[in-house]
């Protein structure tokens, strides 16, 4: 049965979308990938897929974008820390959009992509229990994206499970895509435990619950929660090159802050916001093995230790144009 699902994936360009996109053309799903910006969809050129336009704020597009289809795996929306205006557009209506056009075209199947920002931090690790109350406007975006889909899940029949994913690494993300550009700057000491999963994992994670019968809200994670000196000290060991320089938090949120005016004037989506800072200093581990149980999976990369060189070893096959860098129109 679902060897057979028809499954449209959203954000299938972006940088845990196009790894997901990857995976199901492999295991010979032939996905219909939903694309944006038409000149990055030639990176999924090379894939078995079916390409069609589509835009979260378009509701027409959408529903060419579902007919047909019995599953949707969404990803796509504006990934960044900014403010609620400039969030809510995609990450809330744009996924209530796509999610009432599902409903309307038959989809019995929705797997959303939520974050661990929407739980408020704690030393304790993320488990089923654990309530939400987000600490910045991303999490609060995607708490109210998850609370009407769960609506529009109930009324309509369709199942729905939300994946609030941790730090997603990979070769294409915005920090590995960087790391020769000279020394990053770290907002805070970063003493505090943050949950990793290698984008590998990330999709195989999305692809088993679109296969799966589970719904509800589920975090996961890989199986050791790092502190961001950790994390960094391990990409240093593989890469002498790689210098970070870690900035007081209060100084960081402070010069992020003085930076919005200018951010806004460009309009373009950014990552360097006092949101930013917020989230990188936030405790957010996960139970070891939540979800991964529930799935009878084990991570590939079970740590950051053999996450990291693995990404490394990546990012000597090809150059990578990150969508926050991806200034063309």
Same mark, same amino acid.
């Given at each position: 049965m679902y060897e057979q699902m028809k499954v449209l994936v959203t954000g299938a360009t972006g940088?845990? $979308?196009? @790894?997901?996109?990857?995976?199901?053309?492999?295991?010979?799903?032939?996905p219909r990938l939903m694309v944006r910006r038409p000149e990055r969809g030639l990176l999924l050129r090379n894939l078995e897929a079916e390409l069609v336009y589509g835009d979260l704020n378009s509701p027409r597009s959408? @529903?060419?974008?579902?007919? $047909? =289809?019995?599953?949707?795996?969404?990803?796509?929306?504006?990934?960044t820390f900014e403010e609620s205006r400039l969030l809510r557009p995609t990450i809330v209506e744009g996924s209530v959009a796509l =999610?009432?056009? +599902?409903? +309307?075209?038959?989809?019995?199947?929705?797997?959303?992509?939520? &974050?661990?920002?929407?739980?408020?931090?704690?030393?304790?690790?993320? %488990?089923? &229990?654990?309530?939400? *109350?987000?600490?910045? %406007?991303?999490?609060?975006?995607?708490?109210?994206?998850?609370?009407?889909?769960g609506e529009i899940a109930q009324r309509s029949g369709m199942r729905l499970a939300v994946i609030r994913l941790p730090h997603v690494y990979g070769a294409r993300d915005l920090f590995f895509s960087?790391?020769?550009?000279?020394?990053?700057?770290?907002?805070?000491?970063?003493? *505090?435990?943050? +949950?990793?999963?290698?984008?590998?994992?990330?999709?195989?994670v999305l692809i088993g619950v679109a296969e799966s019968d589970l719904e509800g809200a589920w975090a996961v994670a890989d199986r050791r929660a790092t502190t961001w000196p950790e994390f960094l000290e391990i990409v240093s060991e593989y890469s002498p090159r790689f210098r970070y320089v870690p900035l007081p938090a209060g100084l960081a949120r402070a010069g992020t802050t003085a930076l919005r005016p200018f951010q806004r004037i460009s309009g373009k989506p950014t990552?360097?916001?006092?949101?930013?800072?917020? $989230?990188? *200093?936030?405790?957010? &581990?996960?139970?070891?093995?939540?979800?991964?149980? @529930?799935l009878e999976m084990e991570p590939v990369y079970p740590?950051?230790?053999?996450?990291?060189?693995?990404?490394?070893?990546?990012c000597v096959a090809f150059r990578w144009l990150h969508p926050l860098d991806d200034r063309s129109s």
């Open positions: 940088f845990i $979308g196009f @790894e997901l996109s990857r995976r199901l053309a492999e295991r010979g799903f032939s959408l @529903e060419r974008a579902v007919e $047909g =289809m019995d599953t949707v795996i969404h990803l796509g929306a504006r990934a =999610m009432e056009a +599902a409903a +309307a075209a038959g989809v019995s199947n929705f797997v959303y992509a939520s &974050s661990l920002f929407v739980y408020p931090g704690s030393p304790d690790p993320i %488990d089923a &229990s654990t309530p939400t *109350n987000p600490q910045l %406007d991303y999490g609060r975006a995607k708490v109210e994206a998850e609370e009407r889909l960087r790391i020769s550009r000279g020394p990053t700057l770290i907002p805070g000491r970063g003493r *505090n435990l943050f +949950a990793h999963l290698h984008v590998h994992d990330a999709a195989r990552i360097t916001t006092p949101g930013s800072v917020v $989230g990188w *200093n936030l405790n957010l &581990s996960v139970r070891p093995g939540l979800l991964w149980e @529930e740590t950051v230790d053999e996450g990291i060189p693995a990404v490394l070893d990546d």
